[in-house]
């Protein structure tokens, strides 16, 4: 039991970023519009999320940082490719880079490891929970967070106002505008959505995982998100459990030393990138369940 609660604890922790990054990412391409820049948008919650939270000792106020400083970037981007109709592919690419460079700037300066008593705790009658509490709530609160964000999602994905807004904006934009859909607007918001979840991945990275801060410490999350919202068919609940899977193989390594397996460890650490390349695979031969008008310049 004890050997199961740890992997448990690590697949939690694995696939934690990679639940936030995706379940922002999903928003944003359910209202149609493709963002590339994922890995850039992370680094950048990284570096500046532990730069605040080392000057001023506030774990909260560092992941506030890091989801409100890649918000701000991934604006520029919806500004740039929905108000400005620039390609949203070669946009996406380019803010990679733009973030990677911007989160070197910022995170020259900044001390290697967290400073001493920077903490973000569990929440005590959660972690009581059976089974999974401890593996949510009894590290952090921002695991907890990842799932109910994601639950909270399926629950008015179909149901509400805004999730309908969405669907509209991301299928058929030309008849969302005629009913009175702002469409710019709800893809404009849903850009700033998935750029602070993908910040607030990014300083989960740096604040908690971790926690310290290096460059390129994302090590390829960000498309890894990406390939798990074609995985989980652009809905919430199999994006949770594609997260959690993505996790395990991230954490595959460590599995195999505690259970005696003698096998390769590069191997083993390849499985999150083979299998990325596989759902990608099946992107190009099927795109099941993508927004229809996913990347598509409006008004054409």
């Not at 493709?34 to 000792?57: I, Y």
């Not at 695991?143 to 991301?170: E, N, P, T, Y």
């Not at 759902?279 to 795109?287: G, H, K, P, Q, T």
Request: proline share 5%; net charge positive.
């Amino acid at each position: 039991m004890v050997l199961e609660s740890a992997l448990l604890d690590a697949t939690a922790r694995s696939a934690t970023p990679l639940l936030l990054a995706g379940a922002g990412e999903l928003v944003c391409e359910r209202a149609g519009v493709l963002n590339l820049g994922l890995e850039g948008l992370m680094l950048m919650g990284a570096a500046s999320g532990f730069v605040v939270a080392s000057a001023s000792g506030s774990m909260a106020l560092g992941l506030a940082t890091a989801a409100g400083a890649a918000a701000g970037l991934a604006l520029l981007y919806g500004l740039l490719t929905i108000h400005a109709a620039l390609n949203q592919v070669a946009c996406g690419l380019g803010f990679v880079m733009l973030g990677a460079g911007l989160a070197t700037v910022i995170g020259r300066d900044a001390p290697g490891q967290l400073p001493a008593g920077v903490s973000l705790g569990g929440i005590p009658w959660l972690e009581r929970l059976p089974g999974v509490g401890h593996a949510l709530f009894g590290q952090d609160v921002i695991a907890g967070f990842a799932v109910a964000l994601v639950l909270i999602m399926a629950l008015f994905w179909r149901s509400s106002k805004l999730g309908l807004w969405l669907h509209a904006a991301g299928d058929a934009p030309d008849a969302a505008r005629a009913m009175g859909v702002p469409v710019r607007l709800v893809r404009l918001m849903a850009v700033a959505f998935g750029g602070a979840m993908s910040g607030l991945s990014g300083g989960y990275l740096s604040l908690i995982y971790t926690p310290m801060w290096q460059e390129g410490m994302t090590a390829n999350r960000g498309w890894i998100a990406l390939a798990l919202v074609v995985f989980a068919g652009w809905r919430p609940v199999p994006l949770l459990l594609g997260a959690y899977l993505f996790g395990a193989l991230g954490k595959a390594k460590e599995f195999a030393q505690a259970l005696g397996l003698a096998i390769s460890p590069y191997a083993l650490d390849a499985l999150p990138y083979l299998a990325t390349i596989a759902v990608l695979a099946m992107l190009s031969r099927n795109r099941f369940g993508a927004p229809r008008a996913l990347a598509r310049p409006w008004p054409s």
